[in-house]
């Protein structure tokens, strides 16, 4: 059986500073301690090697239940704790998860559950571990369909991430990497894999503040951070001081960055990296460097090493240099497949290429150019939304006949969702947003509804989203 990442970090590094959280501070080897205590409480409830569900928040106990799991060897599904009660049971269920472990504060019901609270109150029992696992984390993303896919990360996926991502931006063994996006996200719980391997420091954010961000980086707290474009847009919004030296590195995640941003940036000397990834890539695949900012502009880089990437035509062709096509990756990091969904893996995978679902292009160096994140995606302050899903939702209401859902620009969000709805009944807007928050997260509800005579199909009898657009487009709402 061989240690987990924590417990050899913990005997390479045991001294070093490996997670700091509002003014509390944890060596590595503390970490380790803390994880085999939960360890040992976890393992009493645990009867296969099922998966074991996490609820949590952005807390320091949260990275030791994650540590502890991995000491375990079972799989760890990532419920995002902005979904609701409905959609967490779907993903349990579809998962077979064994076992839930919440923080108080959400009061999950399941078949077997347990708040942290309760786990810190249980009985210790040695530790034997299952055999080696290679599934490490399994996390949730909706598809176009409108049924969320368990996206499969194995442990050699986020070494490979992990690797590819400091042969890119370079490793310091004083680095402190901030942490204010979710741990539930591959953003965030790649951070976490990231620290151990490379034995550095996570500074941990219980949400994103951008004066305390800010004057981390200011007060040279921090080196490498990773951000959404709404998180830089707030850190732009309060920038007075220059950051410190020790400060290297800014990821972009979340879509790309708008012009003016890039610009600003690029005067203020923040040395951003532009970054193109997804929960099938465990985190970042291309990335873009400051030195290339400015005259790539609009670019997400080059694939990490090793990783590899085309772009393809509808019939599987490779495109010529330039040419809009779908985005294609492939290389360690990328997932084997979706958990229990075997049309959905073979549908997506094909001898090793993944199809994104993005479209994009590549230019004469090999930088890709994503012109759109899936065709109808909507990323609203980096949260991905796809409007079957709330489509679907939306169509279950009594009085809804049809309905279509679109993404509109927005100055706070990048990109807010917009539905277009042919109706049964007469229902006020008011009604259906409160229909919705029992089924969906707060960020998948529409900020506007439009009542139409019908909605615009083509000759399949598929909806035309591309039409709703323009609808948008021509309209000042």
């Not at 707030?234 to 007075?240: E, F, G, I, T, Y």
């Not at 490779?318 to 958990?339: D, F, H, M, W």
């Not at 969702?417 to 006020?428: E, I, S």
């Amino acid at each position: 059986m061989m240690k987990s990442w924590l417990e050899k970090r913990a005997d390479l590094s045991p001294d070093k500073v490996g997670l700091y959280c509002n003014k509390n501070v944890w060596t590595f080897r503390e970490m380790e301690e803390e994880a085999t205590v939960l360890a040992e409480k976890i393992w009493p409830y645990l009867k296969n090697q099922m998966p074991v569900a996490l609820l949590i928040t952005n807390q320091p106990q949260s990275v030791f239940l994650i540590h502890a799991l991995q000491k375990i060897r079972v799989p760890v599904l990532m419920l995002n704790n902005r979904l609701t009660y409905e959609e967490w049971q779907y993903q349990l269920k579809d998962s077979q998860a064994q076992l839930v472990i919440y923080e108080d504060r959400f009061g999950i019901e399941a078949d077997s559950a347990v708040s942290i609270d309760e786990l810190k109150q249980s009985e210790r029992k040695k530790l034997t571990a299952f055999d080696s696992q290679d599934v490490c984390s399994i996390m949730y993303t909706s598809g176009t369909t409108g049924n969320p896919k368990g996206v499969i990360q194995t442990y050699e996926n986020h070494f490979a991430s992990a690797s590819g991502s400091a042969f890119n931006i370079g490793l310091d063994p004083e680095d402190i990497w901030l942490c204010a996006v979710p741990l539930f996200h591959i953003s965030g719980y790649s951070i976490l894999m990231r620290s151990v391997v490379y034995g550095i420091a996570v500074r941990l954010y219980e949400k994103f503040d951008e004066h305390e961000m800010n004057n981390d980086l200011v007060n040279g707290k921090g080196s490498i951070v990773s951000v959404v474009t709404t998180m830089l847009q707030r850190l732009l919004d309060v920038k007075s001081d220059r950051y410190h030296s020790f400060f290297r590195c800014m990821i972009l995640g979340g879509g790309p960055a708008p012009l003016h941003m890039v610009e600003r940036c690029h005067s203020e000397k923040i040395p951003v990296y532009q970054s193109y990834g997804m929960t099938e890539t465990s985190s970042q695949f291309t990335t873009l460097s400051p030195a290339d900012a400015s005259r790539k502009i609009g670019s997400s880089g080059k694939p990490l090493f090793p990783g590899e990437m085309k772009i393809a035509d509808q019939d599987g062709g490779k495109c010529a240099v330039n040419e809009i096509g779908e985005i294609l990756v492939k290389g360690p990091s990328v997932t084997r497949g979706y958990l229990n969904n075997e049309s959905a893996t073979n549908e997506a995978l094909t001898d090793g290429w993944l199809k994104t679902g993005d479209v994009g292009y590549l230019d004469h160096e090999g930088f890709l150019y994503v012109a759109d994140r899936r065709s109808d995606l909507i990323i609203s302050g980096g949260e991905n939304i796809y409007p079957a899903e709330v489509e679907s939702v939306l169509a279950s209401h009594p009085a809804v006949r049809e309905a279509g859902v679109v993404g509109k620009k927005d100055e706070k969000w990048g990109e807010v969702p917009v539905a277009f709805l042919v109706m049964a009944d007469q229902v006020k807007s008011e009604s259906l947003e409160q229909f919705l928050r029992e089924r969906l997260a707060g960020y998948k509800i529409p900020k506007l509804f439009m009542f139409v005579e019908e909605l615009p199909r083509n000759a399949a009898g598929k909806l035309v989203r591309r039409k709703l657009k323009k609808e948008i487009d021509h309209e000042s709402f």
